[in-house]
């Protein structure tokens, strides 16, 4: 997105109206499941493209009613190009994740994408295909994390990110999450001398 031209953001439910007229011109539902990183589940599957299945979870990390709500004000903290991005269709939803970066900004419609250009939002409705939901925790647990190829999913909001800023008003630093991290430890060693 040209840095020198000035987006007007609107209102979360206004995005999502439009987002959900241009799911429907498609022909896909507008019944939304949104999903974070953590909900993302990539497994080793040779017969399918790029040799990596994508699914989701919503049962081991079960998503908080106001996370769209709070990534979405986050992301517009920012000049990046905000996308709505359409995984796949499930039980009649739609399953969608929130991105946001920079790298969408060279992002044109003939790579599926929908530029609204005065928001600084595109939309990406996908493919016609259905996304599975992983109950399994087996398959959760060997999921890839690692060495995997890059994928637009990587620019989403993790689930944690979400809790920092409703703990602390902003996503902590790395030297910040590991000192939270470390005070948890020591508050369960002190509590356990006492």
Not at 31 to 57: R, S, V
Not at 127 to 139: A, G, H, L, P, W
Request: net charge positive; aromatic share 10%.
């Amino acid at each position: 997105m040209n840095q020198a031209v000035k987006v007007a953001r609107p209102a979360l439910n206004l995005a999502i109206r439009a987002w959900e007229k241009t799911l429907a011109d498609r022909g896909f539902s507008t019944n939304l499941l949104w999903i974070f990183e953590e909900n993302l589940c990539f497994e080793k599957k040779p017969e399918a493209p790029g040799g990596n299945h994508i699914g989701f979870q919503t049962r081991f990390s079960p998503v908080p009613q106001e996370a769209l709500d709070i990534a979405y004000e986050h992301f517009c903290e920012s000049d990046a190009r905000i996308v709505c991005y359409r995984l796949g269709e499930n039980k009649g939803r739609s399953v969608c994740i929130l991105l946001g970066d920079s790298w969408f900004g060279k992002k044109k419609e003939t790579d599926g994408y929908v530029l609204r250009n005065e928001w600084g939002i595109s939309f990406q409705p996908g493919q016609k295909i259905e996304i599975e939901e992983i109950n399994d925790m087996r398959r959760w647990i060997r999921r890839v994390r690692r060495e995997r190829p890059l994928h637009d999913v990587d620019f989403c909001m993790t689930l944690v990110a979400v809790d920092e800023i409703q703990m602390h008003g902003r996503v902590l630093t790395p030297g910040e999450r590991y000192s939270e991290a470390m005070l948890g430890k020591l508050r369960r060693i002190f509590s356990y001398a006492s």
